[in-house]
């Protein structure tokens, strides 16, 4: 299994994901993740690597190769039962072997090693995780306008995700929030998003911290009346995030959505009718060409 997951990490990444159109980040990503399998197998190289085995053969996994190769796939196992999205198990399938990758490499020689982590230092300063570039109905904010947004209509009810495009975890739930904002955004339930990477400030007010070890990334909070009422996950004395999981399930559970969704629909609707009674109002009010205008 160590060996099958990064070939099949490899093929993945080759149409990106599924949109058709290749990526840098991907392919690039699942290149370093297979480097030592390229290298261990495939002649001219591997035959001037050096081998623990009995039989001598420089392009075969040594016994301790095979073990670390295991541990790694036990690791990968254990961290992808939480995962949600395919993204997300190739994500971990790709930091796991560059781990497994780099100790690998330095236990060969020094000089490979050293090479590999500068070539995985130069990927990761250099080439970043695609954004997430579907349909949505979400409305970004910056520093000034999420708290004048929360009090211009309270009776509006808003879902606001505090993210920052670094975080893996922000990116996989990209997609699963922008499939909610389609299918639940009302005249009274809208759904924002703001990047407190980009603006601390709002970091501070809100009280999300962006310490990858609170992993408070991402965090959803429902504001009504203006007011936060609800928030995910939820915060621990110690500042850290009590373990929650970003599924399009337990968003709509947690939240209540769908109840949300029918009472800001009838708020839309309860808009709509005095608009109306307006308009033909002064319809009826305007006043009428007199024949002797025609």
């Given amino acids: 299994k160590a060996v099958i997951a990064p070939l099949l ?9 599924g ?24 002649p001219p190289v591997c035959t001037a690597l050096p081998s623990q085995r009995e039989d001598g053969n420089p392009c075969d996994f040594d016994w301790r190769e095979v073990e670390i190769l295991m541990f790694l796939s036990a ?26 990758n780099t100790i690998l490499f330095f236990r060969l020689d020094l000089r490979m090693g050293l090479l590999y982590v500068t070539l995985c230092l130069v990927f990761l300063m250099t080439c970043k995780p695609p954004l997430y570039m579907g349909p949505e109905h979400i409305k970004y904010f910056n520093d ?18 505090f993210f920052a495009n670094w975080s893996s975890e922000c990116q996989s739930f990209a997609p699963i929030y922008a499939e909610l904002s389609l299918k639940y955004n009302c005249a009274g339930l809208k759904f924002g998003k703001v990047d407190i990477g980009r603006y601390p400030d709002v970091s501070t007010r809100y009280g999300v911290s962006t310490s990858p070890l609170s992993k408070q990334l991402p965090t959803l909070i429902l504001f009504q009346g ?11 004395k110690k500042g850290r995030a009590v373990s929650w999981t970003f599924t399009q399930e337990n968003v709509i559970r947690e939240f209540n959505l769908n109840e949300l969704y029918q009472k800001a629909k009838k708020f839309g609707k309860n808009q709509e009718e005095p ?20």
């Fill in 9 to 17: 990490a490899l093929i993945y990444a080759a149409p990106a994901c």
């Fill in 19 to 42: 949109d058709g159109s290749p990526q840098p980040y991907y392919l690039l990503s699942a290149l370093l993740s297979a480097s030592f399998l390229l290298v261990r197998k495939i």
């Fill in 75 to 100: 690791i990968v196992m254990m961290k992808n039962r939480r995962s949600i999205t395919i993204e997300q198990h190739i994500g971990n399938i790709f930091m796991f072997s560059k781990v497994a």
């Fill in 144 to 161: 000034k306008t999420i708290e004048e947004e929360m009090q211009s209509d309270r009776r509006v009810t808003w879902l606001v995700e």
């Fill in 226 to 236: 203006g007011k936060e009422v609800l928030r995910r996950p939820q915060v621990d």
């Fill in 275 to 294: 608009q109306q009674e307006s308009e033909v109002a002064e319809i009826e009010n305007s006043p009428k060409e007199s024949k002797k205008d025609q």
